[in-house]
Nanobody
């Protein structure tokens, strides 16, 4: 059974930083896409960042490009999202994704003064 568990969400003031982590169990990750998506209340889920397997490319959503960085450690089966210069519009539940198929339960990020 594949499981994804996110951690690192919380409340932060505008301009602050957060580091989200996702740990995968039940499946090797090295060849698979890993990514982060977010969903704000009343809005559709949108991709924040993604990284292909086997040393493939990274990709970022337009709203966050230049402020976030995604990385992966396939030995530990983790994917990390470093977020800086956070804005109130970054508020939402952040979900980890594996292989464009599996989802974590989400971790809440709130950016507010």
């Amino acid at each position: 059974q594949v499981q994804l568990v996110e951690s690192g969400g919380g409340s932060v003031q505008p301009g602050g930083s957060l580091r989200l982590s996702c740990a995968v169990s039940g499946r090797a990750t090295s060849s698979l896409f890993m990514g982060w998506f977010r969903q704000a209340p009343g809005k559709e889920r949108q991709r924040v960042a993604g990284i292909e397997g086997n040393g493939g490319e990274t990709m970022y959503g337009d709203a966050v490009r230049g402020r976030v960085a995604i990385s992966r450690d396939d030995a530990k089966r983790t994917v990390t999202l470093e977020m800086t210069d956070l804005k109130p519009e970054d508020t939402g539940t952040y979900f980890c994704n594996l292989d464009r198929s599996y989802w974590g339960q989400g971790t809440l990020v709130t950016v507010s003064s």
